[in-house]
């Protein structure tokens, strides 16, 4: 069975890959799930979608644990724990990232003996959340690294899952999925599919006793403040929204009220102030600006700008 993870952030189509490349093996005679896992994450948030393919019915069920093959559309997932990127990799997994640096530089700085090959990354994108179409190309290269896919089957899922979007789209997408495919010559067949889990395999865990406690010790009210404040969720963001303060109108509801992760606090004057470390970069603040005081920046611009002692 091949056991697929594709790693991104909201708004790169990580669930779209994962679709396209279920419907390429579906093609090829496989059975196969597909499917994306992610909470009520928005733009910008770590997820990740996974892709089960084999010949025979598929019992296994939930998240992949054990995979033959990791995609990350974005490198700066990869140090981000909360991404997961690396979990359950061995020397049997092929890691496929999309990155300007050299695979030879993420096999040094990972330390791992699983192979590494990457894809060019788009120097010109601003918005990374967005990395227009790389969606697509990440299953063109998955496509091509099994080995068992060919490129008409990838095309023709391209077409199918990508129909409601316009013909526009659609060449785009293959145009990048195809491009991957053929980057990937050299590599082909390189994933293998991973051994059938079996069920008489499993060894049953050793019975723990839990003693009864009393109600006051086993559920015990807490009062103490949560430790949610701790999460930087900041470091999910991909673009910064910024306040010019010069066109601000102190309309302070506005933003403050909007914003679903109360990450803009307002002071006595009317002034707001957006707290960094816990703005994940949603930018419905700027949507809903009235004066259009908030501009979005990308991340990276702004902590340029920071370093070098400048507004960003």
Known sequence: MYRIRFHGRGGQGMKTASRILGSAFFREGYEV???????????????????????????????????????????????????????????????????A?????????????????????????????????????CAGAAARLVGTISRDALADAIRTELAALGPTIIDRNLENALAAWDLMQGHDGLVREGSMTSAADYDKPDWAELPFEAARISA?????????????????????????????????????????????????????????????????????????????VPEQQAQQAETAGETP
């Open 33 to 99: 799930q597909d499917a994306p896992r992610y909470g009520a994450e928005r733009r910008g948030a770590p997820i990740f979608a996974y892709v089960r393919a084999a010949r025979e019915a598929i019992n296994e069920r939930g998240i992949i644990s054990r995979p033959d093959l990791v995609i990350v559309a974005d490198d700066t997932l990869v140090p981000v724990p909360a991404a997961g990127v690396l979990a359950g990799i061995s020397a049997h997994t092929v890691l496929l990232i999309n990155t």
């Open 101 to 137: 640096e050299s695979a030879e530089t993420w096999q040094q700085r990972l330390n791992i003996s699983a192979p590494v090959i990457t894809l060019p990354a788009s120097a010109d994108v601003e918005d990374r959340a967005a990395l227009p179409y790389i969606g697509a190309t």
């Open 220 to 296: 015990p009210t807490i009062f103490a403040a949560a430790n949610s404040v701790e999460v930087r969720t900041g470091l999910w963001r991909t673009l910064r929204p910024v306040i010019d303060y010069a066109r601000c109108n102190r309309c302070w509801w506005v933003c403050s009220t909007f914003c679903p992760d109360s990450a803009i606090a307002v002071d006595a004057d009317g002034k707001p102030a957006i707290d960094y470390d816990h703005c994940k970069g949603c930018m419905i603040c700027v949507a809903q600006c009235p004066p259009h005081a908030i501009e979005a």
